[in-house]
C-alpha cells in the first residue's frame, strides 16, 4: 500500500494570544488544506517524526532517536494530555527492523511527548487519537546532535517497514523550519532551567504557565524587532523546501550542523524530522508534493511550512504551490 507525507511546523503560539489574525488565517487556510488531504487518504495507521522541547526527553538520557511503544501527551500550551493509541506491537517491530536496517534507536515504553507531536494530530486529524500512531522521537534540540544524514537514514528504514504492512501510512514531521525561540542551551543554562533540562520532572501549572507567558512576550519582542533572538532565514527556509520538493534529498547529507544552525538558528535543527518524513516516502520511489505553503512568521518565530506529498512513479516533483 502507498505511503503518504504531511510535514508541518508546529507553533505553541498558534494557540495562544499576539498574532494577527490575518497571519492565523493563512496559516489555519494552509493546514486545512493539508487536512484536507490527509482525509482523502485516509489513514490506517500514523507514524509521526518529531522533536520535543525538554517535556518528555533530558541530559539524564538523550537518545539521537527513540521509538515510542507506548506514548502519553504532556499537555503543553493547550494540547491533548493524556495516552495516544500506540499499537505496541507493531511499534516494536518497528524498532527491530531499524535496528536491522544499520540505525541506531532507543525503545520507550513510557514516552511522553509534547506539543511537537501532538499539535500536528489534532490539527491535521481533529483528535490526537483519532488514528493509531506511533511516535518517533528525533532529537533536535539537545547537543550534540548526530549529523543530518543520519535522519535520512533512519527515515528510509522506517519507510521500507512500513511498506510491508499492507495499510495506508500517513507519515508525519513535525518541525522547522528556520528559528531561534527562547530554549534553554545546555552550555548557557543555569540554577532551576539547567536542573529542567538535565533531570525534567512534572511541571506545575504555575510553571507551565510562566513558560507560556515568556514565550509571549518573546514572540512579541520579536516580531517587533527587538530582542536576541536569531533572525528568521526565508532564503534558507527556501533551498531547504526547494530540495524536498525536487527529491534531492542525498544533498542534505553535506549539511553541517554548525552551518545550520548559524544560518537558521537553533532550533532550525528541527527540519530532520521533515528529512526523516521524506526520505520514508523515498524509499518507495519518486514522489511529488501536492500542498505547498511557506510564510516567514515572527510572530510565530518560525518560518511556517507545510508540505504533503505522495509516491508517483509516473511523474516529476511538480505541483502547485502557495507562496
Not at 82 to 87: F, K, T
Not at 139 to 150: E, F, I, M, Q, T
Not at 240 to 245: K, Q, R, S, V
Request: charged share 20%; aromatic share 6%; proline share 7%.
Amino acid at each position: 500500500m502507498p505511503l503518504a507525507v504531511c510535514c508541518v511546523s508546529h507553533s505553541p503560539l498558534l494557540d495562544l494570544p499576539g498574532p494577527e489574525r490575518e497571519l492565523l488565517e493563512d496559516i489555519e487556510s494552509a493546514l486545512d488544506e493539508a487536512s484536507r488531504f490527509v482525509r482523502d487518504f485516509d489513514p490506517e495507521l500514523v507514524v509521526v517524526f518529531a522533536p520535543d522541547h525538554y517535556n518528555g526527553f533530558f541530559y539524564k538520557l538523550m537518545p539521537p532517536f527513540c521509538i515510542g511503544t507506548a506514548a502519553t501527551g504532556v499537555g503543553d500550551y493547550g494540547t491533548h494530555a493524556g495516552p495516544l493509541d500506540v499499537p505496541a506491537d507493531l511499534a516494536a517491530e518497528l524498532a527491530e527492523a531499524v535496528l536491522a536496517a544499520g540505525v541506531d534507536v532507543a525503545v520507550s515504553m513510557t514516552m511522553e511527548v509534547d506539543h511537537g507531536t501532538v499539535q500536528p494530530l489534532q490539527r491535521l486529524l481533529g483528535a490526537a487519537t483519532a488514528r493509531p500512531v506511533v511516535p518517533i522521537f528525533v532529537n533536535s534540540v539537545a547537543v550534540p546532535l548526530g549529523p543530518l544524514h543520519r535522519a535520512r537514514a533512519l527515515g528510509a528504514a522506517v519507510g521500507a517497514y512500513l511498506a510491508t504492512l499492507g495499510r495506508r501510512v500517513l507519515v508525519l514531521g513535525s518541525g522547522g523550519l528556520s528559528h531561534d525561540p527562547p530554549v534553554p542551551a545546555l552550555a548557557t543554562a543555569t540554577g532551576p532551567a539547567l536542573e529542567r533540562i538535565v533531570h525534567g520532572g512534572q511541571m506545575t501549572p504555575q510553571q507551565r504557565n510562566t513558560r507560556q507567558e515568556r514565550v509571549i512576550e518573546a514572540a512579541r519582542e520579536f516580531a517587533a524587532g527587538r530582542g536576541g533572538l536569531r533572525p528568521l532565514n526565508p532564503e534558507w527556509d527556501g533551498r531547504f523546501l526547494e530540495i524536498l520538493d525536487h527529491g534531492r534529498l542525498d544533498e542534505f547529507d553535506d549539511w553541517a550542523n554548525a552551518a545550520i544552525t548559524e544560518a537558521a538558528g537553533n532550533s532550525a535543527h528541527e527540519v530532520r524530522t521533515w528529512v526523516a518524513a521524506f526520505a520514508a516516502l523515498a524509499s518507495q520511489g519518486p514522489y511529488r508534493t501536492t500542498v505547498r505553503y511557506y510564510r516567514s512568521a515572527p510572530a510565530l518565530i518560525a518560518g511556517f511550512a507545510v508540505r504533503t506529498a505522495l509516491a508517483d512513479a509516473g511523474r516529476d516533483n511538480d505541483s502547485t504551490a502557495r507562496r
